[in-house]
């Protein structure tokens, strides 16, 4: 069993940073895609990106690429979300969730990914 915990979400200005945070427990990342996903209100929710934690490899949705980075950290047992020239269409509620894989990180549905964190709020100002 795999919990996950998000961490780092709130408010910021349109052009701003924020780095999100979902650190696990229960068992390592090793043989797992670490997804982000948001949902904002009376949306579905969303793909943002994803990470293989044994290639490191990373994929993105087309509305966050070359703004989000997502990373991990291995001694720490957490990924990483880091989301730069934030844009108000950015505010929801953001996800992460795990679920086993190999090395290429795919665009997946939400419904492909079996543990979930409670989610953090972002919002961002105009």
């Known amino acids: 069993q795999v919990q996950l915990v998000e961490s780092g979400g709130g408010l910021v200005q349109a052009g701003g940073s924020l780095r999100l945070s979902c650190a696990a427990s229960?068992?390592?990342?090793?043989?797992?895609?670490v997804g982000w996903f948001r949902q904002a209100p009376g949306k579905e929710r969303e793909f943002v990106g994803a990470?293989?934690?044994?290639?490191?490899?990373?994929v993105y949705a087309d509305s966050v690429k070359g703004r989000f980075t997502i990373s991990r950290d291995s001694a720490k047992n957490t990924v990483y979300l880091q989301m730069n020239s934030l844009k108000p269409e950015d505010t929801a509620v953001y996800y992460c969730?795990?679920?086993?894989?190999?090395?290429?990180?795919?665009?997946?549905?939400?419904?492909?990914?079996?543990?979930w964190g409670q989610g953090t709020q972002v919002t961002v100002s105009s």
């Open positions: 969730a795990a679920k086993e894989g190999g090395t290429i990180p795919t665009r997946d549905r939400p419904i492909e990914y079996n543990y």
């Open positions: 229960g068992r390592t990342f090793s043989n797992y895609h």
């Open positions: 990470i293989s934690w044994r290639s490191r490899g990373t």
